[in-house]
């Protein structure tokens, strides 16, 4: 048994088959000769199959050869896909390894198809992932963080809990030492952490914090807040003196203006009662706006259905 040849042949029929892309024995042979195995002949070929499928590899021929189960199909692997390039804050660098080792598990056929579907974020953190891991780690081994976020010009200690991902986003919960209140942060609000020696020494009720996910993860309402900035389509002063009255942060600029907040659902149902007399426009958060009232559509559409 060549065991070199073996694991080069294993290596085409992952990538370069599937039930639509089947390979002859004759293209088998080319194909390991330009790898480097020039040994291979039909009989090696039909040994070297068998030897595969004791070790749980399914070979099918029809008109070919093909690797007829791979780890992950290809719908699997296109939701693992959208969901890494969904992530804020990914770097870019990190995020191509991560889905090149994703894209080895099918053919480079099926690779290819997927790679035109693709959705790419244009915003990555460089420093996103060592932050995710030092938190990782301190969650796992119990010890202290000293975080930096954008909204607070001092830095702080904090015991981590767990992190949570909601729309789109990872959420760090967090208690500070001799309390047992539980706090949440958006997790790319934070600019610098450094992973410290210091064991927690407290136990937080599972209860308590499940109680807090369900109240929080409905708005996520924190400290930290995005600037929105909208564009006034019926102009008026009694809109103005209106908006003025509902956003005591916001900014007016020329036919337009600004408002610090968090994106939440309170934050689109108030903006609902404005109709089309203003615009977002930001377009992540104008889909996110959307999104809310096709939900609210969706569910009153149930409930009349429902009462008829």
Do not use: W
């Amino acid at each position: 048994m060549n065991k070199q040849r073996l694991i080069k042949l294993i290596e085409i029929l992952k990538t370069k088959t599937d039930m639509d892309h089947k390979l002859s024995v004759s293209d088998i042979c080319v194909l390991l000769e330009e790898g480097g195995i020039p040994s291979a002949n039909r009989k090696t070929l039909y040994d070297d199959f068998r030897t595969l499928e004791a070790f749980g590899y399914d070979i099918e021929y029809d008109n070919g050869y093909y690797l007829s189960e791979a780890p992950f199909t290809l719908s699997e692997v296109k939701i693992m896909i959208d969901s890494l390039n969904s992530l804020k804050n990914l770097d870019d660098a990190f995020l191509k390894r991560l889905k090149d080792k994703l894209y080895s598990f099918i053919s480079i056929y099926e690779a290819k198809q997927l790679k035109k579907l693709e959705y790419r974020n244009r915003h990555r953190d460089l420093h996103f992932i060592n932050r995710l891991e030092d938190t990782l780690n301190a969650i796992k081994n119990e010890k202290m963080l000293i975080i930096q976020r954008r909204t607070k010009k001092e830095s702080e200690e904090i015991a981590p809990l767990f992190l949570y991902r909601e729309n789109d986003y990872y959420y760090l919960y967090y208690h500070y030492e001799g309390s047992d209140r539980i706090y949440h942060t958006r997790f790319d609000n934070i600019t610098s952490m450094n992973l410290t020696e210091k064991t927690i020494d407290i136990t937080i009720p599972v209860e308590k914090i499940i109680a807090n996910i369900e109240e929080s993860s409905s708005s996520f309402h924190s400290s930290e807040t995005s600037t929105i900035r909208f564009t006034i389509i019926n102009d008026s002063e009694r809109l103005r003196q209106r908006l003025q009255d509902d956003f005591p942060k916001l900014s007016f600029t020329g036919e337009g203006f600004f408002i610090k907040t968090s994106i939440s659902e309170p934050l689109f149902a108030k903006l609902s009662a404005y109709g089309d007399d203003i615009k977002i426009d930001d377009p992540e958060v104008a889909d996110r706006y959307v999104t809310f009232l096709q939900k609210i559509i969706t569910r009153n559409s149930s409930e009349n259905r429902n009462n008829q």
